[in-house]
């Protein structure tokens, strides 16, 4: 199976794939939310899923319009802590907590960020790369919230 990010697609077609992305994101949600039975854990993830709902419609409503609107400030990618480089990635389970919830977010995200990435890679200087410049930032402002959640309320400095 050849990379995905290797070819550029015309703007319906990558925006099918987008909204493709953000549906398996949310279902993922839904189904940890299924799971879960900690209250906090289970608020973390409705958000996480909503943001992939708001996602989602937003790139429904860029087919109907035939592009993406957004301002240049909003698509510049935001620095991350990388955390999920530290974290381990692992199944949740009824007995998951806020903890395990915020971590299984940063995963999920993570995993958004590098299709993203290889897409917009794919399409760089082609009128498509900018479609997926922006949703990456998207992306990578929603990892910088869940990261920053896990650094106050998890990380201490001693």
């Avoid at 510049?76 to 806020?98: G, Q």
């Avoid at 949703?135 to 001693?158: C, G, K, P, V």
Wanted: glycine share 6%; proline share 1%; charged share 30%.
């Amino acid at each position: 199976m050849s990379e995905q990010g290797a070819v550029c697609y015309t703007f319906e077609a990558a925006v099918e794939m987008a909204i493709k992305m953000e549906e398996e994101g949310f279902r993922n949600y839904l189904e940890a939310i299924r799971k879960v039975k900690h209250k906090g854990a289970r608020e973390i993830l409705k958000e996480a899923a909503l943001d992939e709902l708001e996602h989602k419609l937003s790139m429904e409503k860029a087919l109907l319009d035939g592009s993406m609107a957004g301002s240049g400030e909003l698509e510049a990618k935001v620095p991350t802590m990388h955390l999920d480089y530290i974290l381990e990635k692992k199944e949740l389970s009824a007995s998951s907590d806020t903890r395990e919830a915020l971590v299984y977010a940063i995963h999920l995200e993570k995993g958004s960020i590098d299709f993203y990435r290889r897409m917009a890679e794919g399409c760089s200087g082609a009128p498509m790369a900018g479609l997926f410049q922006k949703i990456l930032a998207d992306e990578t402002r929603h990892l910088q919230s869940l990261e920053d959640m896990y650094e106050e309320h998890f990380m201490t400095e001693n």
